[in-house]
């Protein structure tokens, strides 16, 4: 596709139960990064992806966060039992390469989670 | 770890006016520095980045900023402000490995 995409657009849960949310990049890109943005605050950063690979995963709020990456393509980000304050827009964004994080970032449209 | 401070959550100008746009960051080592828009309804976009060459930076939109080490600053400026320029504007720095956002900074442009 012409840019990144993610989905869903809008996911509203109830409190305890497991969210995925999807991320595509744009074609070719080889680096997939993850944010988290909550209401008045700034984008705090969660993970990226080389490849398939995530070489920190220190930025993940809590062992109820994960992401994957296969086919050094789509990825998912997935949260079980959610919380209230988990309710954030997610972004996704990727980059045609990643060389020690001065690449171009091209963010999607994010997903707006509300967890009730 | 970073951290990126943007002074003025909200910045109104007059169109035609000079912007200027605060961010100020901590780092022990020479970062990457960015600057991005977010127009209303729309995705993050890149204006610009700096990574360790000309200090002075220029973007699109006519917006330009300068990297000042012993300032730990990395100020966005514009010489004349469009209606068009309203929007959020974050200011973002990297070590390498992670990366780190302001708060952000909401431009209105007054007629």
């Known amino acids: 596709g012409a840019g990144v995409s993610q989905s869903p657009s809008n996911k509203v849960t109830e409190k305890g139960k497991d969210v995925e949310l999807r991320c595509d990049p744009i074609?070719?890109?080889?680096?997939l990064y993850w944010y988290r943005q909550s209401l008045g605050q700034g984008l705090e950063f969660l993970i990226y992806?080389?490849?398939?690979?995530?070489?920190?995963k220190s930025g993940l709020p809590s062992d109820r966060f994960s992401a994957e990456r296969t086919g050094g393509s789509v990825s998912t980000l997935t949260i079980q039992r959610t919380q209230q304050e988990d309710s954030a827009v997610y972004l996704c964004?990727?980059?045609?390469?990643?060389?020690?994080?001065?690449?171009?970032?091209?963010f999607g449209p994010g997903t707006r989670l509300t967890v009730l | 770890a970073q951290s990126v401070t943007q002074l003025g959550s909200h910045v109104s100008v007059s169109e035609g006016a000079l912007v200027l746009l605060r961010c100020n960051y901590s780092?022990?080592?020479?970062?990457?520095l960015f600057w991005y828009v977010q127009y209303p309804n729309q995705g993050l976009q890149l204006l610009l980045k700096?990574?360790?060459?000309?200090?002075l930076v220029k973007g699109i939109n006519g917006f330009e900023a300068e990297f000042k080490k012993s300032e730990t600053s990395f100020h966005l400026t514009k010489p004349s402000a469009h209606m068009s320029d309203a929007a959020e504007y974050f200011c973002?720095?990297?070590?390498?490995?992670?990366?780190?956002f302001g708060t952000g900074t909401s431009l209105t442009v007054i007629p």
């Open positions: 964004a990727s980059s045609l390469v990643f060389t020690g994080g001065r690449d171009t970032q091209y």
């Open positions: 074609s070719g890109h080889t680096a």
């Open positions: 992806f080389q490849g398939n690979s995530a070489p920190d």
């Open positions: 780092s022990s080592v020479p970062p990457y």
């Open positions: 700096y990574t360790s060459a000309a200090t």
């Open positions: 973002a720095v990297s070590d390498g490995n992670q990366f780190y």
